[in-house]
């Protein structure tokens, strides 16, 4: 929806409002249900830009081809399919004749149901990069890319994806609660792009 670094994770909780927590299944994130051991395999890197802007990036070595992972990467109305946490992502119509998305994320944190949208115009340079930036949503920046550069894993070819996001909240979303969510949902975003590379080969 986006190159190496020494990097480190966040892994707090997010909560939009001071709240008594009861119920510890609704305390859990996603990463919290995920082998600790598959989350290693994501790096992720926070960078502050400006005092309510930042620049996070994500990265994970897959074992399979730059083409097969673009192929999962540019079907765009599947991606909510796969992607935890984003409820919807369709084609819109672009003035310019490109490509335009419109996402949304869900989650639900604490009791509260939290969900942010982003219309985005997205620019391919196949097969290494998918440029975007918001042109219409709840942020007063979203931009970024990803990445795609052949590897070697194992003996064999695989790919280094890498995610980069800019992100400016509004006013009224608190910037750090926000900076260490992303963080985690970039974690279980690229294994789960990771295993839908892995579940298309094996059809094939």
Not at 34 to 50: G, T
């Amino acid at each position: 929806m986006i190159r190496n670094h020494n990097l480190t994770v966040s892994k707090q909780q997010k909560s939009t409002q001071n709240i008594e927590a009861t119920d510890i299944d609704e305390q859990l994130s996603p990463s919290d249900l995920v082998d600790p051991a598959a989350l290693q395999a994501v790096e992720v890197q926070v960078e502050k830009i400006a005092d309510r802007q930042r620049q996070i990036t994500a990265q994970i070595k897959i074992p399979h081809s730059v083409e097969q992972v673009w192929q999962v990467l540019t079907n765009y109305e599947a991606l909510a399919d796969f992607i935890p946490n984003l409820a919807q992502s369709r084609r819109l119509d672009s003035p310019n004749g490109g490509i335009r998305l419109e996402q949304i994320g869900s989650q639900r944190f604490l009791r509260l149901n939290f969900s942010a949208r982003v219309v985005l115009d997205l620019e391919e340079s196949f097969p290494q990069a998918i440029n975007f930036h918001m042109v219409e949503g709840d942020f007063k920046d979203f931009s970024g890319s990803w990445n795609l550069e052949p590897c070697s894993l194992d003996e064999q070819t695989g790919t280094n994806l890498c995610y980069t996001v800019k992100i400016w909240p509004k006013a009224m979303m608190p910037v750090s609660i926000i900076e260490r969510r992303l963080s985690q949902d970039l974690q279980m975003n690229l294994l789960a792009v990771h295993q839908r590379v892995k579940q298309l080969a094996m059809v094939k």
